[in-house]
């Protein structure tokens, strides 16, 4: 998962998180029963676990080009010798 990917992992988990747990608190209260929220609350929980946690394919857009590596003195030394 490159930097970008986390971004938009921790933004889905958010808004996931949020948006179920208020549709379950305006449900919950127009039923009077508290009971929806933490329904509602858990199925966002297990949703956005579903979509943050493991390494999509969507999340690897933008990879991170890395420096090439450099040699170490003991190989310079024996290809001096």
Not at 32 to 55: E, K, M, N
């Amino acid at each position: 998962m490159d930097y970008e990917g986390q971004k938009l992992s921790e933004l889905l988990f958010y808004w996931i998180i949020l948006s179920f747990g208020a549709v379950g608190w305006v449900i919950g209260y127009v039923k009077q029963d508290f009971t929806y929220v933490f329904y509602s609350w858990g199925i966002g929980v297990i949703l956005s676990c579903i979509l943050c946690v493991p390494d999509w394919p969507f999340y690897n857009r933008h990879p991170v080009k890395w420096l090439e590596s450099v040699p170490e003195r003991r190989e310079k030394e024996e290809k001096e010798s």
